[in-house]
């Protein structure tokens, strides 16, 4: 898979989170601190632009999925991305599985490299819920983003 990876910092579990990705087989590119200058504003550290960045890269469909570290690990706004802050892999897992979420969202602040694993491994090996229920929910976000 093509995962976008941001950070607005150049901390340990950002690095980490790469060296990850690409340990488990994924191609992506790094923005804001993970990444000099670039399009967009890739290159610009801010949470805003750096996590900007990697989410239209999912929007877009340059991107399979994305994961965004900040501090608090919120504050998505685009348009087409399901992002989840995901403290523990159980959240992880219903995010993928009920909200088909496209794009994970990491706290550097509270994150550790286990916890870090943990999330990456049911994010990876979660898929969506196939129910009719949630199926409804997920059209009606996309109606909500203009998608429909």
């Known amino acids: 898979m093509r995962i ?17 990705l690409r340990k488990r087989g994924h191609d992506g590119d790094g923005h804001g601190a993970l990444r000099g200058a670039g399009p967009e504003g890739a290159g610009r ?5 750096s996590a900007e ?3 239209r890269e999912v929007a877009e469909g340059r991107a399979d999925s994305a ?17 989840a802050l995901c403290a523990d892999a159980r959240t992880a897992e219903g995010a993928r599985r009920w909200n088909d979420a496209n794009v994970l969202a990491q706290s550097l602040r509270l994150t550790s490299e ?7 491994d049911v994010w990876f090996a979660a ?5 009719a229920r949630t199926a409804a929910n997920l059209a009606h976000l996309r109606e909500l983003d203009g998608d429909a």
């Open 4 to 20: 976008a990876v941001s950070s607005d910092m150049d901390e340990p579990v950002a690095r980490v989170l790469v060296y990850e």
């Open 45 to 49: 550290p801010d949470w805003a632009w």
């Open 53 to 55: 960045s990697a989410a």
């Open 67 to 83: 994961v965004v570290c900040r501090w608090t690990g919120t504050g998505n706004k685009v348009p087409g991305v399901r992002a």
């Open 114 to 120: 286990p916890l870090l694993k943990e999330i990456l």
């Open 127 to 131: 898929v969506p819920d196939p129910d």
